[in-house]
């Protein structure tokens, strides 16, 4: 989540960051694990092993939810990648006073 904020806040600030490149790449290679796992988190039979039939989303809110959670995540991140895109970086001004 903390990644999805920074995406947001990189597209709202217009700024361009090494930690954009970071969560950027961090949430791609989440959403591939998640892809391969054909949409269930990875951890989830870790959670199985030790007998919790609960996915993680289902610890805060009901399991209708906690189903469309995935997608909607997804189209969450989407739309903060396209934000990035449509919002050029900042041109700083040389000779702009410092303060």
């Not at 990875?42 to 009901?62: A, S």
């Not at 739309?79 to 895109?85: I, S």
């Amino acid at each position: 989540m903390g990644c999805l904020a920074y995406v947001y806040y990189a597209a709202l600030t217009r700024r361009r960051t090494r930690f954009l490149a970071v969560a950027s790449g961090a949430l791609a290679a989440e959403g591939a694990i998640v892809a391969v796992n054909r949409g269930d988190c990875p951890l989830g039979t870790v959670h199985r092993k030790y007998g919790d039939e609960k996915t993680f989303f289902e610890l805060f809110v009901p399991r209708r939810a906690a189903k469309r959670a995935g997608p909607f995540l997804a189209a969450v991140t989407v739309l903060g990648f396209a934000l990035v895109l449509a919002r050029p970086p900042r041109r700083v001004r040389e000779g702009r006073p410092s303060g």
